[in-house]
């Protein structure tokens, strides 16, 4: 199995920036891609951005040109860098791994942007 540790969530005013780290252990070799969610309160849980093992990103609409998803191959911890921040990107994030056997979830990092 694959464990997942968020770090790097906190309080910010909006327009400042954030950086998330996820790092991963265990079955690290199995791993097809990674990937941020973020679910508000009320609010149904999102796909913020995805990296798989070629390299190839993706991100939602709302965060694209805002945030950036990176990977340190030798440390198998994944990066969200996120710059602009708006009170609409407050949410308790999320990562994950997605494999051939089941996915892996982290226990999620609160990112609070104050307006």
């Known amino acids: 199995q694959v464990q997942l540790v968020e770090s790097g969530g906190g309080l910010v005013q909006a327009g400042g920036s954030l950086r998330l780290s996820c790092a991963a252990s265990?079955?690290?070799?199995?791993?097809?891609?990674m990937g941020w969610y973020r679910q508000a309160p009320g609010k149904q849980r999102e796909l913020v951005a995805r990296?798989?093992?070629?390299?190839?990103?993706n991100y939602a609409d709302s965060v694209r040109g805002r945030f950036t998803i990176s990977r340190d191959k030798i440390k198998n911890t994944v990066y969200l860098q996120m710059n602009s921040l708006k009170p609409e990107d407050t949410a308790v994030y999320y990562c994950t791994a997605v494999r051939m056997g089941p996915d892996s979830w982290g226990q999620g990092t609160q990112v609070t942007v104050s307006s």
């Open positions: 265990g079955s690290v070799s199995s791993i097809y891609a």
């Open positions: 990296i798989t093992v070629s390299g190839s990103t």
